[in-house]
């Protein structure tokens, strides 16, 4: 407690800015590198495209500038490619004139969504020729590189060579009928558009014919061991960064093994290959995409640009990514800088998401379904509620989807209710009570142990970050508001500023920590919602950003004067909603029968005809509910005056003998458990001497013996074929089943018989390896919600680790 008392007299350092162009990296300093996919310039980027890449990023990014690190973000668009070739014939425009068009509307949706790269550059630039012409060359140098003649299809009608992305068809590994030409979306896998089954050209729909070209391929295959190793390296470490999606894509290419991958195309929108042979070839997008980090880096720093990307020793590499980019950042993109032999920085921290779908469905431009970046801005809802939401939905660990009803329910219960509420009554009693004035503050036990349950959620909130979790730093945030509106309703400061001078200071006191922890809550919210952070910071008066301070510290003195106070969030109304999510397209809604489909009587009959309940509504009677029980104590604390102070030396005093008691605890156990080791120890000798004489006997008396199947250490779940339904135990069948399900179960029996022929028809029980144990810590399973990891004590020295699904039937404090 002595910490959180001295923390709180101490003030905070705010962070100096540095001008861009001198932003470098210092040695002895942590450094990082962060980079966002470049997005494809030819289109408007939809709400999954902003969480994937370029919001992560600029939230993690500030996060680091918060915490003190030298921190560098780099982004721009990927403008060569046949897209944009074939975007700008459809448009009526150059190539060059469609890039300078879309280039724009992406920088300016991006600006309205408060990103803040430190240069948001492009890919046709000279700058990025150079440098791309570069690297090949050093590839080439190094003997990575080499030609070939493939196949390719050629549209006859529309008279040109189709790059992968403009041919669809059915996959030739999964089927999907789908699939674009350079990469499966329903099993992922990298194709070969040739290797399509019935082809058609994007432009006219037309089947296109195969020709031969010859080409560049870059050789993965001789890579395979350098990048193998260099990536089993980085996942191995104790604070590696990597996503789980990351690291199993990646691992599944190495296991796979690598093939070479052609690297230029027949094109005119592109870099030319700087060989002469080649001179009618471009670089294929995915070769000189990523290289556009480092000349997008270059047109800022100029050529201490290499002071970043020919420093691993020094730079740490944090690239942010969809999981349908991770092939290209984590083997690909990693193989060509490896093998120019040059010492460049390489990738790190791998951060991939899962995907975000739009309500039932996915986002489609075409289709009129789902929030694009340029339509965000004509709703009515500030920037800084999207990038919270999007937040809070990222996709971590599996996909997410943005829902409409869930988006209002979030703003109107978290944002409004609590984070807005907390903040607003905490600096509205300075201003109402204290003439905008931060009184004088004398902590008191009830006040330190508020600031300890804030520094608890604070560092929670800092490892959630430092692990790239950004989902779950919001809900730290979330969780300190909510203890502050319990302290403020536990004191009712309001209450006690009408009372004698004592209660008065007491009331000062309570309203001046929590002004100061809503400072620190604008601080912990600038990397999600750096508005509103800057926004309640000047209603503070204090609008500089500090470096990031793990405790609560004396932001706002006793003196210091408080600004105009106004709410932050405004609250979405359900017409707003339904309004909304008709003009956006899609919805969870239930539409009425189809022609002649019977509607289902037993649910209509179980529906009850209900007013829908505003979720705003729902959260301000939640909130109304705990107010009252907060009153309620306050009122037996007024009532029994030496209550509180009692409940408090009782804590004390919990909390001081449960060390001593799990001290002794451990002890007893460890003396048990040896004792009871020593006894079945013997016990099993004296078992197996008994077995022994018994064996003889009966083996003198004639009886035939049989071998009892020893225990082996074989997997638990050894498979076996399924065997018929047993009848119940008196032979009797089981009433009530109509005969057409048990046609159906015979069927799917034998089936199943059928299927199984390969293994045994029955289930031996000496194949069963039965154990019961002892669950000595039981976790959840950092990357899937519906699983525990359990370890398991089976007796066996050391404990089992065992994965299980009883997160929805047992709760964690049961197992």
Avoid at 62 to 88: H, P, S
Avoid at 120 to 144: A, C, P, S, W, Y
Avoid at 610 to 627: H, N, R, V
Avoid at 727 to 746: H, R
């Amino acid at each position: 407690m002595a910490s959180i008392t001295e923390a709180f007299k101490t003030s905070p350092q705010f962070l100096e800015p540095v001008p861009k162009e001198k932003l470098l990296p210092v040695p002895g300093k942590k450094n990082v590198l962060i980079t966002a996919a470049l997005p494809y310039v030819n289109n408007v980027p939809h709400l999954g495209n902003l969480i994937g890449c370029v919001l992560s990023a600029d939230v993690f990014a500030r996060y680091c500038r918060m915490k003190g690190y030298q921190t560098l973000y780099i982004c721009g668009t990927d403008e060569y490619g046949t897209a944009t070739e074939t975007k700008a014939l459809q448009e009526g425009v150059t190539p060059k004139a469609l890039c300078d068009k879309y280039h724009e509307i992406h920088k300016a949706i991006y600006e309205w969504f408060n990103i803040e790269f430190d240069n948001f550059g492009r890919t046709t630039t000279q700058n990025h020729t150079e440098v791309t012409q570069d690297i090949f060359m050093q590839l080439h140098k190094n003997g990575f590189t080499t030609a070939d003649s493939i196949d390719q299809l050629f549209c006859e009608t529309c008279n040109m060579f189709l790059a992968d992305r403009f041919v669809s068809g059915i996959c030739n590994l999964c089927g999907f009928d789908d699939a674009r030409g350079d990469q499966c979306d329903a099993c992922g896998k990298l194709i070969n558009a040739v290797e399509l089954k019935q082809p058609k050209c994007h432009m006219c729909k037309k089947e296109p014919v195969v020709r031969k070209s010859t080409h560049i391929f870059l050789q993965l295959d001789k890579l395979q061991d350098e990048i193998q190793a260099y990536v089993e390296k980085e996942i191995s470490k104790s604070d590696t960064k990597w996503s789980a999606n990351a690291i199993a894509i990646v691992k599944g290419w190495f296991k796979n093994g690598l093939e070479r991958r052609c690297i230029t195309r027949d094109l005119k929108w592109g870099i030319p290959v700087p060989i002469k042979e080649y001179d009618d070839k471009v670089f294929y997008v995915w070769f000189d995409a990523p290289i556009g980090y480092f000349s997008i880096t270059k047109s800022l720093l100029k050529d201490d640009w290499l002071k970043w990307w020919k420093n691993p020793d020094d730079v740490q590499l944090y690239q942010f990514v969809g999981k349908d980019n991770v092939v290209f950042h984590g083997v690909m993109f990693p193989c060509t800088l490896l093998g120019t032999k040059n010492g460049y920085t390489v990738v790190n921290h791998l951060c991939a998401t899962e995907y975000l779908n739009y309500e039932d469905t996915k986002f489609s431009k075409s289709r009129g379904t789902g929030v694009f970046g340029d339509g965000a801005k004509g709703t009515g809802i500030e920037a800084d509620v999207w990038r919270f939401y999007l937040i809070y939905m990222r996709p971590e660990n599996q996909d997410s989807a943005f829902a409409w009803d869930d988006f209002a329910f979030k703003v109107n219960s978290e944002l409004l209710a609590n984070l807005g509420n907390f903040v607003n009554r905490a600096l509205t009693f300075v201003t109402n009570f204290f003439e905008s004035h931060i009184p004088e503050m004398h902590l008191e036990n009830d006040d330190v142990q508020f600031l300890k349950d804030v520094h608890n959620e604070t560092v929670l909130w800092d490892e959630t970050f430092d692990k790239v979790k950004l989902r779950d730093s919001i809900k730290q945030v979330l969780a300190i508001t909510r203890h502050g509106n319990a302290y403020l309703q536990v004191h009712q400061p309001w209450v006690l500023v009408k009372g004698d001078e004592a209660q008065r200071k007491r009331a000062g006191t309570i309203i001046g920590v929590a002004a100061n922890v809503s400072y620190h809550v604008a601080v912990l919210l600038h990397p999600v919602m750096p508005e509103i952070s800057k926004r309640i910071r000047e209603q503070c008066g204090l609008p500089e950003l500090p470096l990031f301070s793990p405790y609560v510290i004396n932001y706002l003195k006793p003196g210091h004067k408080i600004q105009k106070i106004a709410p932050l969030f405004k609250k979405i109304e359900p017409d707003q909603v339904k309004a909304l999510r008709e003009k956006f397209g899609g919805g969870q809604e239930k539409g009425p029968a189809k022609p002649g489909e019977k509607p289902d009587k037993k649910a209509q009959k179980k529906e009850k005809p209900q007013t829908p309940q505003d979720p705003s509504k729902l959260a301000e009677k939640e909130a109304l509910k705990e107010a009252k029980k907060e009153a309620k104590r306050m009122e037996a604390s007024r009532i029994f005056p030496n209550l509180a102070k009692n409940q408090t030396a009782i804590q004390q005093l919990l909390r001081g003998n449960w060390a001593k008691f799990e001290k002794a605890r451990d002890l007893f156990v460890a003396r048990k458990l040896a004792e009871f080791e020593k006894e079945r120890v013997r016990l099993e000798k004296e078992v197996e001497s008994l077995k022994t004489k018994l064996f003889d006997a009966e083996t003198a008396a004639g009886v035939k013996q049989y071998e009892v199947p020893k225990r082996e250490k074989t997997p638990i779940c050894a498979t076996s074929a399924p065997g018929k339904p047993e009848k119940p135990a008196d032979g009797k069948e089981e009433k009530g089943k109509p005969k057409k399900d048990e046609q159906k179960e015979g069927k799917q029996a034998s089936g199943a018989q059928q299927n199984g022929a390969a293994a045994d028809a029955e289930v031996h029980v000496g194949r069963l390896d039965l154990r019961v144990g002892r669950i000595v810590k039981c976790e959840k399973h950092p990357d899937a919600d519906s699983l525990y990891v359990e370890q398991i004590d089976l007796g066996e020295g050391k404990p089992r680790t065992v994965v299980s699904g009883l997160v929805k039937h047992v709760p964690l404090n049961q197992v």
